[in-house]
Antibody
Framework: QLQLQESGPGLVKPSETLSLTCTVS??????????WGWIRQPPGKGLEWIGS???????YYNPSLKSRVTISVDTSKNQFSLKLSSVTAADTAVYYC???????????WGQGTLVTVSS | QSVLTQPPSASGTPGQRVTISCSGS????????VYWYQQLPGTAPKLLIY???QRPSGVPDRFSGSKSGTSASLAISGLRSEDEADYYC????????????FGGGTKLTVL
C-alpha cells in the first residue's frame, strides 16, 4: 500500500524559506508512470496546487508561485522536497504531498502537515 | 480567489438528491476533464469522480458527475449523514505553461 508522509518544521519566520520533505513508502518514486506533487490548503480555505516533479527531475509549477518555489527529488531516499522562499503569513497552510499522473490530479495523498508562518 | 467557482455551501436532508456546481472557462473545464474530491474534516481529499463522470472503485454509485461546456456538476443521491464533507472540483488549465486548478470548495451539510 502506497504511503506518503510529509515532514519538516511546523513554524517558519516571515521572509524565510519553508522546507518540507515527502517520504514515499510502499512504492518507488522512480516509477515511470507518476509525478509527485505538493498541494496546500490555508486554514478554512480551498486547495491550491503548488507544483510537481518527475523522478527524472522535470518540474512544473503553479504560475502564481513559480518565482518562489523549488521542488527536487532524491530517488536514492525515495523522497521529494519543497522549498518556498520569502514566506509571509499568507503561506500558512496545511501542505500535502501527493502522487499523480501527468494528465490526472492526485490519487494518493499524504496526511498533510500544518506550517505556520509567524515571528 | 480560486480559478474554478463553486458555491460555498449546500445542504439537504437524508435521502434527498443534491447537486454542487463548478464553473470554469474555456482553458480549463471547457477543454479538459473535471475531477471531484471529497474531504472529510481533518483528512486529506479523496478522489470521488475522475474524467467528468467516472467513479474509482469503492465509490458508491450515489455519486455522479457531469460536464457541459465550461461547467460541471456533482450529484449526490440518497443523501446520507456520512456525506457531510467539503467537495472540490479540479481541472487542468491550459493557460501559460499549464497547471492544475481547484474550486474553492463546497461545504455540504446534511440536515
Amino acid at each position: 500500500q502506497l504511503q506518503l508522509q510529509e515532514s519538516g518544521p511546523g513554524l517558519v519566520k516571515p521572509s524565510e524559506t519553508l522546507s518540507l520533505t515527502c517520504t514515499v513508502s510502499g512504492g518507488s518514486i522512480s516509477s515511470s508512470s507518476y509525478y509527485w506533487g505538493w498541494i496546500r490548503q490555508p486554514p478554512g480555505k480551498g486547495l491550491e496546487w503548488i507544483g510537481s516533479i518527475y523522478y527524472s527531475g522535470s518540474t512544473y509549477y503553479n504560475p502564481s508561485l513559480k518565482s518562489r518555489v523549488t521542488i527536487s527529488v532524491d530517488t536514492s531516499k525515495n523522497q521529494f522536497s519543497l522549498k518556498l522562499s520569502s514566506v509571509t503569513a499568507a503561506d500558512t497552510a496545511v501542505y500535502y504531498c501527493a502522487r499523480h499522473k501527468r494528465v490526472t490530479p492526485p490519487d494518493y495523498w499524504g496526511q498533510g502537515t500544518l506550517v505556520t508562518v509567524s515571528s | 480567489q480560486s480559478v474554478l467557482t463553486q458555491p460555498p455551501s449546500a445542504s439537504g436532508t437524508p435521502g434527498q438528491r443534491v447537486t454542487i456546481s463548478c464553473s470554469g472557462s474555456s482553458s480549463n473545464i471547457g477543454s479538459n476533464y473535471v475531477y471531484w474530491y471529497q474531504q472529510l474534516p481533518g483528512t486529506a481529499p479523496k478522489l470521488l469522480i475522475y474524467r467528468n463522470n467516472q467513479r474509482p472503485s469503492g465509490v458508491p454509485d450515489r455519486f455522479s458527475g457531469s460536464k457541459s461546456g465550461t461547467s460541471a456538476s456533482l450529484a449526490i443521491s440518497g443523501l446520507r449523514s456520512e456525506d457531510e464533507a467539503d467537495y472540490y472540483c479540479a481541472a487542468w488549465d491550459d493557460s501559460l505553461s499549464g497547471y492544475w486548478v481547484f474550486g474553492g470548495g463546497t461545504k455540504l451539510t446534511v440536515l
